[in-house]
């Protein structure tokens, strides 16, 4: 299984992977976990690129398309791995919700592997400035409001659950476990 958890910046997804992670294998399943970007070159100079003031041009936007896009590729072998569930902290979706223009990227993703499993950590704008404040460029309520849009939008075209992400750390992990479990057969009525 593929789950791919996405949301705003500072909505806990880092976390929320680690104690699902355990959790799963916990209950006798072979988890791997993967970051976009990734620790590649290509991640590297991705992340370098995100601190840039000018990072929300258009050009820049279009060449941050092409270096995420195949940063992606690096991983795909992985995705392909059916004996063990995949989580991904963001995929090409992230690229959907935060990157323009929308066709450009659509294009640029169109044979990225496709989720499973969506979850969705929706948290409240003003939450994830006050979280990430001074991280990057893109964290301000106005463009991470129409990032957020986007995410509840992209959401209808996925197997999605969307899990409020304003809550505490554990209530949070615990409506998680009970989105998942039944995609894995695990009972979410028996998940405290």
């Known amino acids: 299984m593929y789950i791919v958890f996405e949301g705003i910046d500072g909505a806990g997804k880092s976390t929320q992977i680690q104690m699902l992670s355990d959790w799963l294998e916990a209950n006798g399943f072979r988890v791997e976990t ?3 970007p990734t620790d590649s070159e290509v991640g590297k100079l991705i992340r370098k690129i995100l601190q840039r003031p000018d990072a929300t041009t258009q050009r820049i936007q279009k060449t941050l398309g092409l270096l995420f896009a195949a940063d992606r590729m690096l991983i795909m072998d992985k995705l392909e791995d059916e004996s063990k569930i995949i989580i991904s902290d963001r995929s090409f979706i992230s690229s959907l919700a935060y990157q323009e223009p929308a066709e450009w990227i659509e294009v640029l993703n169109k044979y990225a592997k496709k989720p499973d499993l969506l979850i969705l950590l929706d948290l ?3 939450k994830s400035v006050a979280r990430t ?3 990057d460029t893109f ?3 106005e463009f991470l409001t129409g990032v957020k849009r986007n995410y509840l ?3 209808e075209n996925f197997t999605c659950e969307i899990i409020d992400a304003n809550n505490g ?3 949070v992990s615990s409506d998680i476990k009970k989105a ?5 057969g695990i009972c979410p009525d028996c998940i405290p």
């Open 124 to 126: 409240d704008v003003k």
């Open 153 to 155: 939008k992209l959401a």
């Open 34 to 36: 993967l970051v976009e």
């Open 169 to 171: 750390v554990n209530k």
């Open 139 to 141: 964290e301000n309520e």
């Open 133 to 135: 404040s001074g991280e």
């Open 180 to 184: 998942v479990a039944p995609y894995l």
